[in-house]
Structure formats: C-alpha cells, structure tokens
C-alpha cells in the first residue's frame, strides 16, 4: 500500500500532540476537591467518560489524515505515448469562396472548420496558410491551438487584390516550410477552383512528398459571387459568373495519397477528415511514459472514521437504549422504503469512467454511464452530460430530449443546457428547427447574458430570416416562369392563328387566280377552234405559243403557293451569303482589338497590384513565389 499524498501524514505528530495536553490535563474540579471526594459526588452512568471522548475523537482524527493522505493500492501498468502529426492547413481565400451557397458563405464556413479541427486535436502541431494565386502565412507549426485559433479568426482577406487559385504555388510554399518533415502533410479547404486537369499539381505533389487532403467546401449548383469591393455581383465579360464545387481536385488528393470529403453543416466532416489523416499518416512520438493504475482505499477510513464520531457523540444510557433503537430502526426502514435510492459510495468511480469516456470521445459509452446514473439518482448535471454525448453523436433529436431533462435552481447549468439545446436545433437547420433554436437562446439569456449565446442568436435569425427570403425568392420565381409560360403559350396559339389566317387567305387568292386563268383558256379554246377554219397554217404556231402560256402559269402559280416565311427564308438565305465576307473581316478586327486591350490591362493590372501589395497590412506574409509562376497564371476575376 501507498499514499497518494503522504505530505497529509505530516498532520500526525501535530494531532497526537495536542491530544496528549488534553488527555493529561485535569478538570477544574480537581483543584479543589481530593479524587476521593469526587468520586463520592460524581453520579454513576452509562455514558462515556470525557477520557474516552477524547480517545475516540483523537481516533477519528488519525483516520481523517489517513483517508487524506490518500492510501492506495498498485494495480495494472499501462504505457502512454505521446504522439503527435504536423499538420499544415491551407485556406483559400480566392473571391469565388465568397458564394453564399453554404451558410453564410464558403470562407466563413472554411474558417469555422478550422476552429473546430483545432479543438479536436489539442495533441497535433498544426500551421495555417492562405493561399489565392499566392500563398500567405498566417501561423507557423504550433502547439499553441489558442493563439493559432486567434490568428484564424482575425483573418481577414479584404487586402488581398490578387485574382485566381494557383494550386502548384500553394504546394511550392508547403514543401519550403514543411522541408524539415520527412512526411509532409497538407490539408486544403477549397471550392476546387475552375481548373479541369490537376495532372501537373498532382506530378508535384508526388515529387515533393505531399501527402494532399481536401476538404471540399460549396455546393454543385451554380450560384454566383458577391463582390465585396463594388458591390453587387462578379462579372466576367459583362455576364455574372456562376461559381460551383469543382469536384476534378477529389483527383490531386487521391492520387496523392490522401483523402477527399465534402463539407457539410455538422462536425462529421471534421471527425471523418480527422479519422482519415490519422488513418493515413505517420504519428512521431514526442514522449513515452510508464503510467501505473492506483486502487484507491481512502473510503475505509473515512467510514470508520464516521462510525467513531457516532459513538462519541453517544449519550444514551441502559434504560434509553432499550426502548430508543427499535423505534429509531423502525423509522430508518420506513424511510428506506420512501426515500429515493441516492448515488454510492462508490458511484464516483463509474462518473470517473464515463468522464474519460468523453475525453476519450467514446460517447456511446459515456453516455450510456451518465444515462444509468442520471436515472438513478434524476441528478440534472449527469443529464447534461448525457446529452453532451449524445450532441457529439450528432444524435441530436436524443439529445434535446435529454436536455429538456436538466432543471433546478443552479442557473448556470440550466443556462448552459438551454444553449447547446439551442445548439441542437440549429444543426437540424430547417425553419421549424430554427425557430425552435431561437426560443431556447432567448431563455438561457434570460438566466445569464452570455456573448457566445447573443453571436448564436444573432446567427439563426439571420439564417432563417435568408431561408424565408430564399423561399419567398423561390416561389416568386416559381411565379414568374409560371406566368411567362402562360404568355408564351398565348403567343404561341395567336402565332399559329395568324399563320392560319394567312393561309387562308393565300389559299383564296390563289383558287380565284386558278379560276380565273381557267375561264381564260376557256375562251381561248373556243375561239381557237372558230379560227381553225380561217388560219389553218397557224394552228401549230399558236399551240407551241400556249404551252409556253401554261408553262409561265404554272411558274407563276408556283411561287404564289409558297408561305410568305418560305420566301422570307430565301431573302434572307441571299443576303446571308452576300454578307459573310464583311461578317469575317469585322469578327478579326475586332479579335485583335480585344487582345490589344487585354494586354494593356495586364500590364497596368500588375503595375497597381505591386503598388497595394506593398502597403497591405495585417497578418500575412507572403511566401516566396515558385519560378516561372505567371506560366500558370488565372487571369480571372475570381
């Protein structure tokens, strides 16, 4: 056996001492009375002696310091190592991780998720960089996560001008500040870019020992890009540009070794990134160390202890102890009976184990020990508890009912549940839920006012006052298609009237023409055959003439029955043909104009950019840049 604390032992010599001034003083009585007369005037009972008070008393001390002293026994040995992987992190910061298609937009979300892996790896060396067409640094490799987390949250990427995502530039300056690593590993939070081959960004990574992870962060639906300096939206060649999740970067982190996960509103992304970067990289063992497992013994004591002070605060006699112990046993059975059963003595070793449970995030196990406890003894801090397992889960319908659960009078432990409750709500991010979320932060202010519990408040009722807007914006545009398909069909159906009409009225002409021209022959035959008598000769002469006739009315009669869109079409066709030839020539002249402009752009473009570039303030530091750099260079405005 062993103390935990044996500094506490040091109190023996102390309690003896005094105890031995008590034990061997006499009583005022003494000094003025003989022990034989005493005795004579001292009344006979059955209770205990000052003597053997203080005898217990001193007992019931000594325990005390033992059970203090902490006396245990040795139990299984376990050896624990510390093991930690450098981590560096690159966020882009490109304007297309403006989009607003995740909430409230791309870069916000991107930072958030930094924040979360920081506090999920307190045990990591873990670095921040920003990258768009260069790379910045913002945190060198550290242990220091609160001073990272810090630097993270004041980021702000209002300085940077630069345009495009250089993907083999980030990956030059992580090679240059991982150098010293033998096992490089890089974790990218990006929309992808827009490139569509990341074959040469792959060739290096693998040259450098790049071990590449992505975490994805934006939807597969086109949204466009706010554009936070002049307001409005980006636009690339006078049209908006509509910016998505490109999902071709999933092939530089798999063929690299890595992993690719798309971000999502909870922590799983976070967890599964984290299960996958220990999955697949080499942890270095900082420090090993031999931890041995005490069985604690201290409650012996202390119960015995508690038995003696019973004993010598005991003064009952003979005749009392015949009639006053069956009374009270029967009470202490009655009340055994009524009472609820409360916690062990031993109940804190099974809070202990769900405790490391939690650390440990084994929070099915944890929280099925806090769920058994909370049970049996209704205790509202172990509801809590539980449901901060279960909120870990991301089971979180289970864990609103558990949180429900927590009442009393403590307020800060009913504040605290009524936030995550509101927390719980807002990961379900439906209106329904949102609202719901809003009801439980405005209780907990109610009972304290917090900062972090205002921002969550301010937060959801932002995001649900956006998802009323969109849905109002959804179904006026749902409206607006509605109603110009019902014009269009009404344009459509009078269209097809009018061509009708206009048939109908060519098929008339053209029947009064047909009838016409047949009266016409009619009477020429007629009087050819009057004359056939007079002008034999010229019989022939006229039939050839009339067969031409025929031939130009049939000609005639053709081009009549054509639509007048047929004839337009031909017009049309002819003039086309006329005019391609000057089409041609104004298409080059204008192709070169829009190059000289371009090139004129360009220059002056980096020309301002070297100029704000000098002047930007804050926190990032530009990284040296990789040779021949404007080869890969994005001229886009995102």
Same mark, same amino acid.
């Given at each position: 056996?062993?103390?935990?604390?044996?500094?506490?032992?040091?109190?023996?010599?102390?309690?003896?001492?005094?105890?031995?001034?008590?034990?061997?003083?006499?009583?005022?009585?003494?000094?003025?009375?003989?022990?034989?007369?005493?005795?004579?005037?001292?009344?006979?009972?059955?209770?205990?002696?000052?003597?053997?008070?203080?005898?217990?008393?001193?007992?019931?001390?000594?325990?005390?310091?033992?059970?203090?002293?902490?006396?245990?026994?040795?139990?299984?040995?376990?050896?624990?190592?510390?093991?930690?992987?450098?981590?560096?992190?690159?966020?882009?910061?490109?304007?297309?991780?403006?989009?607003?298609?995740?909430? @409230?937009?791309?870069?916000?979300?991107? !930072?958030?998720?930094? %924040?979360?892996?920081?506090?999920?790896?307190?045990?990591?060396?873990? &670095?921040?960089?920003?990258?768009?067409?260069?790379?910045?640094?913002?945190?060198?490799?550290?242990?220091?996560?609160?001073?990272?987390?810090?630097?993270?949250?004041?980021?702000? *990427? +209002?300085?940077?001008? =630069?345009?495009?995502?250089?993907?083999?530039? %980030?990956?030059?300056?992580?090679?240059?500040?991982?150098?010293?690593? /033998?096992?490089?590993?890089?974790?990218?939070?990006? +929309?992808?870019?827009?490139?569509?081959?990341?074959?040469?960004?792959?060739?290096?990574?693998?040259?450098?020992?790049?071990?590449?992870?992505?975490? &994805?962060?934006?939807?597969? !639906? &086109?949204? @466009?890009?706010?554009?936070?300096?002049?307001?409005?939206?980006?636009?690339?060649?006078?049209?908006?540009?509509? *910016?998505?999740?490109?999902?071709?970067?999933?092939?530089?982190?798999?063929?690299? &070794?890595?992993?690719?996960?798309?971000?999502?509103?909870?922590?799983?992304?976070?967890?599964?990134?984290?299960?996958?970067?220990?999955?697949?990289? /080499?942890?270095?063992?900082?420090?090993?160390?031999?931890?041995?497992?005490?069985?604690?013994?201290?409650?012996?004591?202390?119960?015995?202890?508690?038995?003696?002070?019973?004993?010598?605060?005991?003064?009952?006699?003979?005749?009392?102890?015949?009639?006053?112990?069956?009374?009270?046993?029967?009470?202490?059975?009655?009340?055994?009976?009524?009472?609820?059963?409360?916690?062990?003595?031993?109940?804190?070793?099974?809070?202990?184990?769900?405790?490391?449970?939690?650390?440990?995030?084994?929070?099915?196990?944890?929280?099925?020990?806090?769920?058994?406890?909370?049970?049996?003894?209704?205790?509202?801090?172990?509801?809590?508890?539980?449901?901060?397992?279960?909120?870990?889960?991301?089971?979180?319908?289970?864990?609103?009912?558990?949180?429900?659960?927590?009442?009393?009078?403590?307020?800060?432990?009913?504040?605290?549940?009524?936030?995550?409750?509101?927390?719980?709500?807002?990961?379900?991010?439906?209106?329904?839920?949102?609202?719901?979320?809003? =009801?439980?932060?405005?209780?907990?202010?109610?009972?304290?006012?917090?900062?972090?519990?205002?921002?969550?408040?301010?937060?959801?009722?932002?995001?649900?006052?956006?998802?009323?807007?969109?849905?109002?914006?959804?179904?006026?545009?749902?409206?607006?298609?509605?109603?110009?398909?019902?014009?269009?069909?009404?344009?459509?159906?009078?269209?097809?009237?009018?061509?009708?009409?206009?048939?109908?009225?060519?098929?008339?002409?053209?029947?009064?023409?047909?009838?016409?021209?047949?009266?016409?022959?009619?009477?020429?035959?007629?009087?050819?055959?009057?004359?056939?008598?007079?002008?034999?000769?010229?019989?022939?002469?006229?039939?050839?003439?009339?067969?031409?006739?025929?031939?130009?009315?049939?000609?005639? !009669?053709?081009?009549?029955?054509?639509?007048?869109? /047929?004839?337009?079409?031909?017009?049309?066709?002819?003039?086309?043909?006329?005019?391609?030839?000057?089409?041609?020539?104004?298409?080059?002249?204008?192709?070169?104009?829009?190059?000289? +402009?371009?090139?004129?752009?360009?220059?002056?473009?980096?020309?301002?950019?070297?100029?704000?570039?000098?002047?930007?303030?804050?926190?990032?530091?530009?990284?040296?840049?990789? /040779?021949?750099?404007?080869?890969?260079?994005?001229? !886009?405005?995102?």
């Amino acid at each position: 056996m062993i103390f935990l604390h044996p500094q506490f032992l040091w109190l023996l010599p102390i309690i003896f001492l005094l105890f031995y001034f008590i034990l061997t003083q006499k009583e005022q009585q003494a000094h003025f009375f003989s022990e034989a007369v005493l005795k004579k005037l001292y009344v006979s009972g059955n209770s205990l002696s000052i003597k053997a008070r203080n005898v217990l008393f001193l007992a019931m001390m000594v325990l005390v310091v033992f059970a203090l002293s902490g006396p245990a026994i040795e139990g299984a040995k376990v050896n624990v190592e510390a093991k930690s992987a450098d981590i560096m992190i690159a966020l882009d910061i490109s304007d297309s991780m403006l989009a607003e298609d995740v909430y @409230p937009n791309r870069l916000a979300l991107a !930072k958030q998720k930094i %924040l979360n892996l920081l506090e999920q790896s307190p045990q990591e060396r873990i &670095g921040v960089m920003a990258f768009a067409k260069n790379a910045y640094l913002v945190s060198p490799l550290s242990f220091d996560h609160a001073s990272v987390a810090f630097l993270v949250k004041q980021l702000n *990427t +209002d300085s940077i001008t =630069e345009k495009g995502t250089d993907f083999k530039q %980030l990956l030059f300056s992580a090679a240059n500040l991982l150098q010293k690593n /033998e096992k490089k590993n890089l974790l990218i939070l990006s +929309d992808g870019g827009d490139a569509s081959d990341f074959s040469e960004v792959i060739a290096y990574a693998k040259a450098q020992g790049i071990k590449v992870f992505v975490l &994805g962060i934006g939807k597969n !639906k &086109g949204v @466009p890009i706010v554009d936070v300096r002049h307001g409005g939206y980006v636009k690339y060649n006078g049209n908006i540009i509509l *910016t998505r999740l490109n999902e071709n970067i999933a092939t530089l982190a798999l063929q690299s &070794g890595g992993s690719y996960i798309e971000a999502v509103a909870s922590n799983d992304d976070v967890d599964a990134m984290l299960q996958e970067m220990h999955a697949k990289t /080499e942890r270095k063992t900082l420090k090993e160390e031999q931890i041995v497992q005490y069985i604690p013994l201290f409650y012996y004591p202390l119960g015995l202890a508690m038995v003696l002070f019973i004993i010598a605060t005991s003064s009952m006699s003979k005749r009392q102890e015949v009639s006053v112990p069956p009374v009270v046993l029967l009470t202490v059975l009655l009340l055994a009976t009524t009472l609820p059963t409360y916690a062990g003595i031993l109940d804190f070793k099974r809070l202990d184990e769900a405790k490391r449970s939690y650390e440990a995030k084994e929070y099915a196990r944890s929280y099925q020990l806090y769920e058994e406890y909370a049970k049996q003894t209704d205790d509202a801090e172990a509801y809590y508890n539980a449901a901060n397992a279960l909120y870990k889960e991301g089971k979180y319908e289970q864990a609103q009912k558990m949180y429900q659960k927590v009442t009393g009078t403590e307020m800060t432990l009913r504040h605290n549940a009524l936030h995550n409750l509101g927390n719980s709500y807002a990961k379900e991010g439906t209106p329904q839920a949102l609202k719901k979320a809003i =009801e439980s932060y405005e209780k907990a202010l109610k009972l304290r006012d917090d900062v972090q519990t205002r921002e969550n408040l301010e937060r959801v009722k932002e995001a649900l006052k956006k998802m009323q807007q969109a849905n109002q914006q959804n179904q006026q545009n749902q409206q607006n298609q509605q109603n110009q398909q019902n014009q269009q069909n009404q344009q459509n159906q009078q269209n097809q009237q009018n061509q009708q009409n206009q048939q109908n009225q060519q098929n008339q002409q053209n029947q009064q023409q047909n009838d016409h021209e047949s009266q016409n022959r009619q009477k020429s035959h007629k009087a050819d055959q009057n004359n056939s008598k007079q002008a034999p000769k010229s019989q022939q002469h006229d039939a050839h003439q009339e067969e031409r006739s025929e031939q130009r009315s049939e000609t005639t !009669k053709q081009h009549e029955e054509q639509s007048p869109q /047929e004839r337009d079409a031909q017009a049309s066709q002819k003039s086309n043909n006329e005019d391609s030839d000057n089409s041609k020539v104004r298409q080059a002249a204008k192709a070169t104009a829009t190059q000289n +402009d371009k090139i004129m752009s360009r220059l002056e473009e980096e020309k301002w950019l070297k100029e704000l570039n000098k002047n930007r303030t804050g926190h990032l530091y530009q990284l040296q840049k990789l /040779e021949n750099s404007d080869e890969t260079y994005n001229d !886009k405005p995102w």
